[in-house]
């Protein structure tokens, strides 16, 4: 049997792309640059302020520059957590089916506890999940398999009986790590990296919808 399924948050469970891409386009404006249209921000959500500040500004934590850009972008974005956030066509109705069905489901995410409860309150979500896990919920955070094991506790699963549901390659990694069924969300964000199919997933789904036939 299936004992829950876990969800990444930005990118799987729910599209975060327009108010972190908000945040993003202030700061590049404070700088003088014009703003980046939503097409280019999306592929780099799912690896939180160090994608984004690589893509608005070709930056990477060593440099100089990181560290007040990254505060003043956190700063920024905790203005607005919610503002255009929405869940995933077909989440709703997925999350509805797991309960009937009698199955757990949670978020585990490396967004900081700080962004990760105020979105999920704001979805209508956070009395619904079983556990929610953020990136500063245990010691190392994903590709470490540490805060899927630590839903799992919380939850009250087997990690070898838990699917866990991401749109980046360390999500598939962690999943691994954790011996717990390794999907793929096509529909996500999906990044830059190794092509959606070298990700070492057990299956890679097309639709939220698509998650109820892997269910055992």
Request: hydrophobic share 45%.
């Amino acid at each position: 049997m299936t004992d829950a399924v876990l969800f990444d948050l930005d990118g799987t469970l729910a599209d975060t792309a327009a108010d972190l891409g908000a945040a993003l386009n202030r700061l590049r404006s404070e700088a003088g640059h014009a703003p980046l249209p939503s097409e280019t921000i999306r592929p780099h959500v799912s690896k939180g302020v160090r994608g984004l500040l690589g893509v608005g500004f070709r930056l990477t934590p060593g440099d100089d520059r990181y560290a007040p850009l990254h505060q003043r972008f956190l700063a920024y974005y905790a203005e607005a957590l919610c503002v255009e956030t929405r869940l995933f066509e077909g989440i709703d109705t997925l999350l509805d089916r797991l309960e009937v069905q009698g199955i757990a489901w949670g978020v585990v995410t490396n967004k900081t506890s700080r962004y990760t409860l105020p979105v999920m309150e704001a979805l209508g979500l956070m009395r619904r999940a079983v556990c929610i896990v953020s990136g500063d919920s245990s010691p190392r955070p994903k590709p470490a398999p540490d805060p899927l094991l630590l839903a799992c506790a919380i939850a009250g699963a087997e990690p070898a009986r838990c699917l866990y549901v991401g749109d980046d390659l360390r999500d598939m990694q962690a999943a691994r790590a954790a011996g717990m069924g390794a999907v793929a969300a096509a529909w996500g964000y999906l990044g830059d990296d190794l092509p959606l199919e070298e990700w070492g997933a057990d299956t890679i789904l097309q639709s939220p919808a698509d998650v109820i036939g892997l269910l055992r």
